[in-house]
């Protein structure tokens, strides 16, 4: 394995748009749930059928905990989403989103033998865009992208290594 001490502009630049992009897509889904009075995450919950099946059962069977859950996952994507396109706590928003996609992965896995009444995108099986997407938070995690470009840089200070100037 090549080992460097620096990363090329073009390299953050890539970064920091995978990043942007992942935070668009949260800060939209969080925003169009909010403004859907008729969102609930109750016909996803429903639909699980994995190891957390009866958890996921408990909370769509009890109002207080649905609404609560509801709550927590738009105000979690609109958060995660802003984090992640403005660059502020970089870092907690990636796994805040790694925390929010493993458990939409856990409730409906793509795996044979479980159907879904759900409409789906395609067909998928073992990955699907949310283990597509929580791959890509995960790499994002372990580069300080909101140091390089975000509010992280303005907070916390820019990165003290040099980037590597190389085309």
């Known amino acids: ?19 942007v992009i992942i935070g ?11 403004f859907n009075p008729y ?3 109750a ?3 429903v639909e699980a059928k994995w190891f957390l099946s009866n958890i ?12 609560v859950v509801d709550i927590l996952n738009i105000s979690g994507q609109i958060a995660i989403g802003l984090g992640l396109m403005i660059g502020f706590l970089t870092t907690p928003a990636c796994i805040a989103g ?3 996609l493993a458990l939409y992965y856990l409730a409906n896995p793509p795996l044979v033998g479980f159907k879904s009444s759900m409409p789906v995108e395609g067909s998928y099986l073992i990955v699907n865009k949310n283990l597509v997407e929580f791959a890509s938070l995960l790499v994002l995690s372990l580069f300080p992208t909101g140091r390089v470009a975000g509010l992280d840089r303005l ?9 590597s100037k190389e085309g």
Not at 24 to 34: D, Q, S, T
Not at 155 to 163: D, E, H, R, T, Y
């Open 98 to 100: 790694l925390i929010l």
């Open 56 to 67: 996921f059962t408990m909370i769509v069977t009890n109002p207080q905990w649905l609404k």
């Open 39 to 41: 969102w609930s995450s």
């Open 1 to 19: 394995m090549i080992r460097s001490k620096a990363i090329a502009s073009w390299q953050w630049a890539a970064l920091i748009l995978l990043r």
């Open 155 to 163: 907070v916390f200070g820019p990165l003290k290594s040099q980037v």
């Open 24 to 34: 668009w897509h949260f800060l939209y889904e969080g925003i169009a749930k909010l």
């Open 43 to 45: 016909p996803y919950l």
